[in-house]
């Protein structure tokens, strides 16, 4: 399989690949580790008429610690988050995350920039991200700025990016102690996305009361969900296998998830508030060390 | 097909087993294409050309990754290594000794990509328990006769390889 015909060029500097984006306009279309878009387009499901390559800006795929945030570059690939000293330490449950993609292969070239543009439904990183409350960094002609992650995945296959925009980092702010992070999935059994899919971020104080939870679940709509009424079950309270079974069932409230050939929505929602629960009491372990 | 192409070729400089190649390329060339058509490596194979089932599995720069869902203009300078650069003249790599001694193949259409996976695992972690093995081929589909055979030839090739 082939895709269609295209122009393909190469980036040297994120300022070059926005001329050649504004110069192409809506026939442009950005390459990362193409472990999406790729696949689309050899199915003709994507056909720009220009490939903008962007591995080949320098820069791009860093992890790095700037202040209270990790900085993450948009070209990181997968393999490498998972492998990460400093994510591992500071943010387990990316880690997690990033190390259930795909397989080996697809790890080494699918990037999280990539990933989170993309904003496939059924893909991982969204879930996670949302619940670590990332920041996703945009440049354009007009500079930088900043999209929260519950205001980033707009629908399927959709951000708030503008056409005009490149993703270039993420900030995650690192959490106080007494913090944990985990991700917990179901994948499909054939092609290994999300079912369903939860992320977790838990902050305990001394005397074992929720300072703090975010709690995302994946695979129930258009993209991550912030599980609120779980959030809010916890928050403040002691946090007792009691507490965590209470707010884990309340993961899928207000969700209308869309049944597959593989998964009804009654199955989907039970599934997230078993998903849910595996990834707080995973978060709640860590945040013990 | 070049002849039929709407855009310009772009010249790209690979790294193959070593040996340095310039061509010029019609920007939809995927790297396993490439590989098998340009260059005549025709071990690589071409399985399910969607990115599921490995058997065009390569190391790119070191890394495994499926040569269907890479172009070649983004292995332009880069190092790329098949399946025909592991032997050392006649002396097998030690995963395909392994695949040999431990019967890890029946009909041998996954079988380069299945050591391709194999030896970048090797090479990243010389001690890896079963389920590492495991985890580590979930890229790489067997349709013949399971995963058994294939696990203990890796087995074999790490404690080969520890060995000296």
């Known amino acids: ?289 | 097909m070049t002849a039929e192409a709407e855009y310009p070729a772009v010249a790209v400089s690979v790294t193959v087993n070593g040996i340095k190649h310039d061509a010029l390329v019609e920007p939809r060339t995927l790297l396993v294409y490439f590989l098998r058509e340009n260059l005549g490596l025709t071990g690589t194979h071409v399985g399910c050309d969607t990115s599921q089932c490995g058997a065009c599995t390569v190391h790119l720069n070191g890394r495994a990754v499926k040569s269907c869902t890479v172009l070649a203009v983004q292995a332009n300078g880069a190092h790329v290594r098949t399946i025909e650069g592991l032997a050392n003249g006649d002396n097998f790599h030690p995963v395909q000794e392994g695949f040999r001694e431990k019967h890890g193949l029946q009909c041998g259409y996954c079988t380069p990509g299945m050591i391709m996976t194999a030896v970048h695992l090797l090479e990243n972690n010389p001690n890896p328990s079963e389920e590492e093995i495991k985890h580590a081929l979930e890229g790489n589909l067997c349709r013949c006769t399971g995963y058994v055979n294939i696990i203990e030839s890796v087995e074999w090739a790490a404690e080969k390889m520890r060995k000296g």
């Open chain 1, 1 to 289: 399989m082939f895709p269609a015909s295209f122009d393909y060029v190469a980036a040297h500097s994120v300022e070059e690949a926005l001329q050649l984006m504004a110069k192409h306009g809506e026939e442009g279309k950005l390459l990362a580790g193409g472990h999406s878009l790729l696949p689309a387009m050899k199915l003709r499901l994507a056909a720009p008429r220009v490939l903008i390559d962007l591995a080949t800006v320098p820069g791009l795929s860093d992890i790095r610690v700037d202040g209270k945030n990790l900085v993450i570059g948009a070209l990181t690939v997968h393999a490498d988050i998972a492998g990460s000293e400093l994510v591992r330490k500071h943010l387990p449950g990316l880690a997690d995350a990033a190390s259930v993609i795909g397989d080996v292969q697809v790890r080494n070239r699918g990037t999280i920039g990539g990933s989170v543009a993309h904003a496939d439904p059924a893909a991982d990183l969204p879930v996670i991200l949302t619940a670590l409350d990332a920041s996703f960094v945009v440049q354009s002609a007009n500079g930088r700025h900043t999209f929260a992650a519950d205001d980033f995945f707009t629908d399927f296959y959709t951000t708030a990016m503008n056409a005009n925009e490149i993703l270039t980092e993420i900030y995650l702010p690192m959490p106080p102690s007494g913090t944990g992070t985990a991700y917990a999935k179901l994948p499909h059994p054939a092609s290994g996305y999300v079912v369903v899919s939860a992320g977790a971020l838990i902050t305990k104080q001394a005397s074992g009361t929720c300072a703090a939870a975010r709690v995302a679940i994946g695979g129930l709509g258009s993209g991550p969900i912030r599980a609120i009424a779980t959030e809010m079950e916890m928050q403040g309270k002691p946090l007792t296998p009691q507490t965590i079974a209470a707010a884990a069932a309340k993961a899928a409230e207000e969700t209308d998830p869309m049944e597959d050939s593989y998964a009804s929505a009654d199955y989907k929602r039970h599934v997230a508030t078993v998903y849910a629960r595996k990834a707080i009491e995973a978060a709640l372990e860590r945040a013990r060390n």
